[in-house]
């Protein structure tokens, strides 16, 4: 079963974004269970903005037949802090993927080492 607060997974994310000079949304794919389905590269942007849209995402959770997903995209300023555009892409998400009986578990950031988790923020409420 998948746990959010397993340190190996804020281990591989950091791992996966080490170095990054962009943002980059990647999705953790999970079925009912929170067993892990697949992850993948969502969107890529700029050094300080990906230009977000929920239909590629939300597509590849039917077509993998995801119950729940785990987002996490990068900050390569350095601060892990979420921004407008963050939170108000994270519960536009949240609406739309409810509505296909897509639960997200969380939104992760990471910035360097640390991750900065949005649900343990109380911001996906």
């Known amino acids: 079963t998948f746990d959010i607060r397993d340190e190996r997974l804020s281990s591989y994310i950091v791992a996966i974004m ?5 943002e980059h949304l990647h999705a953790i794919f999970l079925n009912k269970q929170l067993h892990y389905l697949r992850d993948e ?8 903005h990906i230009a977000l849209r929920l239909r590629p995402l939300l597509k590849r959770a039917i077509e993998l037949n ?3 997903m785990v987002l996490f995209h990068n900050h390569p300023s350095g601060d892990p802090n979420p921004s407008a555009d963050d939170v108000q ?4 998400a949240m609406h739309h993927a409810q509505a ?5 578990v969380d939104h992760l950031i990471v910035a360097g080492s640390s991750v900065y988790s949005m649900a343990n923020a109380g911001l996906l409420k």
């Open 18 to 22: 080490q170095g990054e000079c962009e």
């Open 41 to 48: 590269r969502i969107a890529s942007g700029t050094w300080d």
């Open 66 to 68: 995801s119950a729940s």
């Open 89 to 92: 892409f994270t519960k536009q």
């Open 100 to 104: 296909l009986d897509v639960q997200i």
